[in-house]
T-cell receptor, first 111, second 113 residues
Framework: DVKVTQSSRYLVKRTGEKVFLECVQDMDHENMFWYRQDPGLGLRLIYF???????EKGDIPEGYSVSREKKERFSLILESASTNQTSMYLC??????????FGEGSRLTVL | RKEVEQDPGPFNVPEGATVAFNCTYSNSASQSFFWYRQDCRKEPKLLMS???SGNEDGRFTAQLNRASQYISLLIRDSKLSDSATYLCVVNTGGNSGYSTLTFGKGTMLLVSP
C-alpha cells in the first residue's frame, strides 16, 4: 500500500515563527501536493511538485514555500506564520490512474 | 460558475435509506472523476472512481453524465458507518505529465439509527 507520512499531526506555533511541515512517500511517485483544508472552503492547492527540485504554485501559494530535494520528500515551509494560516494541511501523491493518496494531515494552530 | 460544485448538505437520513449526491463540473475537458470519503478529522480516502459506463461497488453506484457535466453517487441501504463527508474530485489532465485535480467542497452525510 502507498504510504504518505506527515511529520507532525498537531502543531501550535506563535505568529512570526517559522514552520516546517514534512511529507514523505514510499511509492516513488513523481507528483506531490500540499493542500490546506478549511471549513466551508474545501481543499485548496498550495503548491505541487512534479519532479525533484521542480515546483509549481497552486491556487493559494502566498505565505508559503516548498522544497523537494529528494523524490520521496516534499516539505512545506511557512517562513513567518500568521494566524490566518491556522488550518489542516494535507500532503498527497498521485498515481498514474489519478488516484490521490493523502497523508494523515497536520493540524496547525498559529497563536 | 465554480469549477466543481456539490450540495454541502448535511443530508440526514435514517439507516436503510437510499441517498444520492450530485456533483457538477464546469470544464468539459475533464478526463477522470472520483468520489472520496472523508471521516471527521481524518484524511480523504478514495471511495471509487467514476467510469463513463457507470460502476457499482456493493451498495455504492457512481455515474457520469458528460453531456450535462455531472457525476453522481448513490448509496443504498445506508449504514451508520456511512456517515462522513463525500468529496467529488475532477481531473482535467495537464501538460508535462502532471495532472490538475479540482475538489468539490464536499457533501456531509449523517445516517441516524
Amino acid at each position: 500500500d502507498v504510504k504518505v507520512t506527515q511529520s507532525s499531526r498537531y502543531l501550535v506555533k506563535r505568529t512570526g515563527e517559522k514552520v516546517f511541515l514534512e511529507c514523505v512517500q514510499d511509492m516513488d511517485h513523481e507528483n506531490m501536493f500540499w493542500y490546506r483544508q478549511d471549513p466551508g472552503l474545501g481543499l485548496r492547492l498550495i503548491y505541487f511538485s512534479y519532479d525533484v527540485k521542480m515546483k509549481e504554485k497552486g491556487d493559494i501559494p502566498e505565505g508559503y514555500s516548498v522544497s523537494r530535494e529528494k523524490k520521496e520528500r516534499f516539505s512545506l515551509i511557512l517562513e513567518s506564520a500568521s494566524t490566518n494560516q491556522t488550518s489542516m494541511y494535507l500532503c498527497a501523491t498521485v498515481e498514474n490512474t489519478g488516484e490521490l493518496f493523502f497523508g494523515e494531515g497536520s493540524r496547525l494552530t498559529v497563536l | 460558475r465554480k469549477e466543481v460544485e456539490q450540495d454541502p448538505g448535511p443530508f440526514n437520513v435514517p439507516e436503510g435509506a437510499t441517498v444520492a449526491f450530485n456533483c457538477t463540473y464546469s470544464n468539459s475537458a475533464s478526463q477522470s472523476f472520483f468520489w472520496y470519503r472523508q471521516d471527521c478529522r481524518k484524511e480523504p480516502k478514495l471511495l471509487m472512481s467514476v467510469y463513463s459506463s457507470g460502476n457499482e461497488d456493493g451498495r455504492f453506484t457512481a455515474q457520469l453524465n458528460r453531456a450535462s457535466q455531472y457525476i453522481s453517487l448513490l448509496i443504498r441501504d445506508s449504514k451508520l458507518s456511512d456517515s462522513a463527508t463525500y468529496l467529488c474530485v475532477v481531473n482535467t489532465g495537464g501538460n508535462s505529465g502532471y495532472s490538475t485535480l479540482t475538489f468539490g467542497k464536499g457533501t456531509m452525510l449523517l445516517v441516524s439509527p
